[in-house]
């Protein structure tokens, strides 16, 4: 069993020592094989790494020592590694919402997973930050899907809502970094009374699984989503086409291996029914040598497999 450890934090990192940083977070990380991906900047950091329990507590107590901070960690157990390998790298955001927006200086409207629940009793105006596919996923009941592809989208389509700004308004996201930024748009927006959930939504499940949040939660690695127990989900699988969640069980139809995709790449071409990357192209390329060649096309049973 492997366990998966993430956190984020917003503090002042001199632009000066960031490269220094990254290697120090990238020798740590290799030195106990540990795989993951963090993004740290000039407003902080942002990571999520995965190994086993005891490497992963000391690169934890490792990290709070090279920084001097403490981090609020949100972990679960996993049955395979999150992560192929460890990433480390350098950005101007740890989180790009498509605007200027400053790093948020302190804590505004922080909601525990308790203080959460219980606002949800009353009518306030419930907003889902994540992308589209995230939300397919599982989401609270009571939530706004804003619809977006992407992050940096979300304050273009907060305009179109006409939202009441002088309501109670809850926002959620996986961990709770999109919230940071999201609450500092909404507030140069006019919005009074904005709260985010601490922790997002693995910080509430933790709290309270089988409540108001249904179905599962995306999470970007190769767990895919968790369930109510934060478990890995057995219901969905990256796409090997667009990485995104799929759940269209289909026979590759270059090399008749069973395979997992998602609604849309199915949707999209006959090429896209395939096991990897690898098969789609070649697949492709022989419809494309068939039409040029004016050869007959062939049925699977006569396809010559691999």
């Known amino acids: 069993m492997f366990k998966v450890s993430s956190f984020y934090k917003f503090f002042s990192i001199p632009k000066a020592e960031l490269k220094k ?3 120090e977070i990238r020798a740590k990380g290799k030195n106990l ?9 000039e407003e902080g950091l942002n990571a999520t790494f995965c190994g086993k329990e005891q490497q992963i507590e000391i690169l934890k107590k490792e990290l709070c020592q090279l920084f001097n901070q403490n981090f609020f960690w949100k972990e679960a157990g996993s049955p395979i590694p999150a992560f192929k390998r460890l990433s480390v790298k350098i950005k101007k955001d740890i989180i790009n919402i498509g605007r200027p927006c400053p790093a948020p200086q302190k804590r505004k409207g922080h909601l525990s997973p308790q203080e959460w629940e219980e606002k949800l009793k009353h009518k306030a105006q419930v907003l889902d930050v994540r992308n589209a596919y995230e939300v397919e996923l599982g989401r609270f009941q009571e939530a706004i ?3 977006i592809d992407s992050f940096q989208q979300f304050s273009k389509k907060l305009d179109k809502l006409n939202l009441n700004k002088e309501k109670d308004t809850l926002i959620y996201c996986t961990g709770g970094i999109r919230c940071e930024k999201a609450i500092e748009v909404m507030k140069d927006k006019g919005f009074q009374k904005v709260y985010q959930l601490e922790g997002g939504i693995l910080n509430y499940l933790k709290e309270f699984p089988n409540s108001h ?33 799929g759940e269209q069980a289909i026979s590759c139809k270059r ?7 998602c609604k849309i790449c199915q949707k999209k071409s006959a090429h896209y029914e395939t096991c990897s990357k690898n098969c789609a192209y070649h697949f492709k390329q022989g419809h494309i040598c068939r039409k040029k060649y004016k050869i007959p ?6 396809t010559h497999k691999p």
């Open 21 to 23: 940083r990254q290697l």
């Open 33 to 41: 094989k540990i795989t993951g991906l963090a993004l740290i900047s």
């Open 145 to 147: 899907d804003l619809n």
């Open 213 to 245: 949040f249904k179905e599962e939660c995306f999470v970007f690695d190769q767990r895919v989503a968790l369930n109510q127990k934060l478990e890995m989900g057995k219901k969905y699988s990256l796409c090997p086409h667009c990485g995104q969640p």
């Open 255 to 261: 090399c008749e291996k069973p395979a997992v995709i």
């Open 297 to 302: 096309s062939l049925d699977s049973s006569q």
